[in-house]
C-alpha cells in the first residue's frame, strides 16, 4: 500500500512569488491535514480537509489556503510569500475523523523562500 | 485550549542507558494522546499511542502510560541504541480536532 505522498520534496521561491505544494492521502483515507514544521518550533497546524470541505484552520494568514480534490488529493497554496515561510511543510492523512488511529505523515515538502 | 508540554532537549546518551522524555498536556476531557518519531530527512511515524486512562502504549521497546492523575505520557526504554537517534514528539487529540504537538525532543545515541 502506497503511503502519504507529498510533491515537490524541494521548492525554492523568491519573496512575493505564490508556492503550491501537493499531497495525495492513503487510499481510503478521507481526511487530509497539513502542518508546518519551522526550525525550532515544532508542528504547527495549519489545515484540515475532509470529504472535500474545509473542516479546521490553525492560526495562520489567509494567504495561506488550499483545498481537497474529489479523489482526497489536497493542495496547500501559501501565496505572497515572506522568508519566514521557509520550512518543512507536512502532509498526513487518516481513516476518518475522530476515530483516534492517528495520522500518516509523509515525507514533505521543504519550502525555502529566498 | 489543548497543549503539550515536552522536555526541552537535546538529549544525549550512550548506547544501552534508560530513556526517559517527558510530556505533560493539558486538555479538557480524556484526549487520545500519542508519541510521533521523525528520523533524519523523514516525516513524522506514529510510534505508539494510549486512547484512556492507565493505558500502556508500546511499540519497538519504548512504553508510555497515560496518567491521568498527572497528566501526563512519559516516553520510556529500557536501553537505547544508536538507531533510536531522532527527533520524538508528543502529541494529544480530543474529539474531531486536529492533533496538537508539542516541540519535540532531539535525541542523540552515540556509541
Known amino acids: 500500500e502506497a503511503g502519504v505522498t507529498q510533491s515537490p520534496t524541494h521548492l525554492i521561491k523568491t519573496r512575493g512569488q505564490q508556492a503550491t505544494l501537493r499531497c495525495s492521502p492513503i487510499s481510503g483515507h478521507t481526511s487530509v491535514y497539513w502542518y508546518q514544521q519551522a526550525l525550532g518550533l515544532g508542528l504547527q497546524f495549519l489545515l484540515w480537509?475532509?470529504?472535500?470541505?474545509?473542516?479546521n484552520r490553525g492560526n495562520f494568514p489567509p494567504r495561506f489556503s488550499g483545498r481537497q480534490f474529489p479523489n482526497y488529493s489536497s493542495e496547500l497554496n501559501v501565496n505572497a510569500l515572506e522568508l519566514e515561510d521557509s520550512a518543512l511543510y507536512l502532509c498526513?492523512?487518516?481513516?476518518?475523523?475522530?476515530?483516534?488511529?492517528?495520522?500518516?505523515f509523509g515525507s514533505g515538502t521543504r519550502l525555502t523562500v529566498v | 485550549g489543548n497543549s503539550v508540554t515536552q522536555m526541552e532537549g537535546p538529549v544525549t546518551l550512550s548506547e544501552e542507558a534508560f530513556l526517559t522524555i517527558n510530556c505533560t498536556y493539558t486538555?479538557?476531557?480524556?484526549?487520545?494522546l500519542f508519541w510521533y518519531v521523525q528520523y533524519p530527512g523523514e516525516g513524522l511515524q506514529l510510534l505508539l499511542k494510549?486512547?484512556?486512562?492507565?493505558d500502556k502504549g508500546s511499540n519497538k521497546g519504548f512504553e508510555a502510560t497515560y496518567r491521568k492523575e498527572t497528566t501526563s505520557f512519559h516516553l520510556e526504554k529500557g536501553s537505547v541504541q544508536v538507531s533510536d537517534s531522532a527527533v520524538y514528539f508528543c502529541?494529544?487529540?480530543?474529539?474531531?480536532?486536529?492533533?496538537?504537538f508539542g516541540k519535540g525532543t532531539r535525541l542523540s545515541v552515540i556509541a
Open positions: 498526513a492523512s487518516s481513516l476518518a475523523p475522530g476515530l483516534n488511529y492517528g495520522y500518516t
Open positions: 486538555a479538557t476531557g480524556y484526549p487520545s
Open positions: 494510549a486512547t484512556k486512562a492507565d
Open positions: 480537509y475532509d470529504e472535500g470541505e474545509e473542516r
Open positions: 502529541a494529544l487529540s480530543r474529539g474531531n480536532t486536529p492533533l496538537v
